[in-house]
């Protein structure tokens, strides 16, 4: 157990709703990441928060949008959703940037499916 | 651009022989390499990490590996595998001031008895 929780596990939903990811870090760690794992593109990293601030962007639609709240936990919000969004959300957290030698702890993930 | 390249998909091995996983990556600066290890069903979990130093890096569960900045390579190794080593493999590379990860597409390892 790696000390960071997402919820929920599984998801179904329709093409065109919009559902929201949880991720609760480790305690004390200030940094929380987003990735994607899917068939075809693999683990991409999606965004970085630290200490409730965007630090860091990578593959991330302009449909979807995270935010780290005062709690330090984590929203990932992915709208208008389509089949192709289908994949393992995977959130991990570290204890904050450490020029890039920090360990990122990863979650069980959330697995999302669209129909 | 940095990337992360594992040549081998799939790798079967019989349990208590050695394991040797591949990884090569582009980066365009000093890189930081990982290897992460994710069993069915559950997050990545680090096995170990190279910044500087030595070549030659030990981790968790037995694994180690050796980083050639010659040949771009970070490969995964263990004398002896056991069954509970059956997972999927990750390799991703980051770098100084850089937390994002480049992960390769990984190596799924069965075991065979």
Same mark, same amino acid.
């Given at each position: 157990?790696?000390?960071?929780?997402?919820?929920?596990?599984?998801?179904?939903?329709?093409?065109?709703?919009?559902?929201?990811?949880?991720?609760?870090?480790?305690?004390?760690?200030?940094?929380?990441?987003?990735?994607?794992? /899917?068939?075809?593109?693999?683990?991409?990293?999606?965004?970085?928060?630290?200490?409730?601030?965007?630090?860091?962007?990578?593959?991330?639609?302009?449909?979807? /949008?995270?935010?780290?709240?005062?709690?330090?936990?984590?929203?990932?919000?992915? /709208?208008?959703?389509?089949?192709?969004?289908?994949?393992?959300?995977?959130?991990? /957290?570290?204890?904050?940037?450490?020029?890039?030698?920090?360990?990122?702890?990863?979650?069980?993930?959330?697995?999302?499916?669209?129909? | 651009?940095?990337?992360?390249?594992?040549?081998?998909?799939?790798?079967?091995?019989?349990?208590?022989?050695?394991?040797?996983?591949?990884?090569?990556?582009?980066?365009?600066?000093?890189?930081?390499?990982?290897?992460?290890?994710?069993?069915?069903?559950?997050?990545?979990?680090?096995?170990?990490?190279?910044?500087?130093?030595?070549?030659?890096?030990?981790?968790?569960?037995?694994?180690?590996?050796?980083?050639?900045?010659?040949?771009?390579?970070?490969?995964?190794?263990?004398?002896?595998?056991?069954?509970?080593?059956?997972?999927?493999?990750?390799?991703?590379?980051?770098?100084?001031?850089?937390?994002?990860?480049?992960?390769?597409?990984?190596?799924?390892?069965?075991?065979?008895?």
């Amino acid at each position: 157990d790696s000390g960071v929780t997402q919820t929920p596990k599984h998801l179904i939903t329709a093409t065109g709703q919009r559902v929201t990811l949880r991720c609760s870090p480790r305690s004390g760690d200030l940094s929380v990441y987003w990735y994607q794992q /899917s068939l075809d593109q693999g683990l991409q990293f999606l965004i970085q928060y630290y200490n409730g601030e965007e630090r860091a962007k990578g593959n991330i639609l302009e449909r979807f /949008s995270a935010q780290q709240f005062p709690d330090l936990h984590s929203e990932l919000n992915l /709208s208008s959703l389509e089949l192709g969004d289908s994949a393992l959300y995977f959130c991990a /957290s570290s204890l904050g940037p450490s020029g890039g030698r920090e360990t990122q702890y990863f979650g069980p993930g959330t697995r999302l499916l669209v129909l | 651009a940095q990337s992360v390249t594992q040549p081998d998909i799939h790798i079967t091995v019989s349990e208590g022989a050695s394991l040797e996983l591949r990884c090569n990556y582009s980066y365009g600066a000093t890189p930081y390499l990982f290897w992460y290890v994710q069993s069915p069903g559950q997050g990545l979990q680090l096995l170990l990490k190279y910044f500087s130093g030595d070549t030659l890096v030990q981790g968790i569960k037995g694994f180690e590996a050796e980083f050639k900045r010659s040949q771009s390579s970070f490969n995964l190794r263990k004398p002896s595998v056991h069954w509970s080593d059956a997972a999927e493999y990750f390799c991703a590379v980051g770098g100084i001031g850089n937390e994002k990860l480049t992960f390769g597409t990984g190596t799924r390892l069965t075991i065979i008895p």
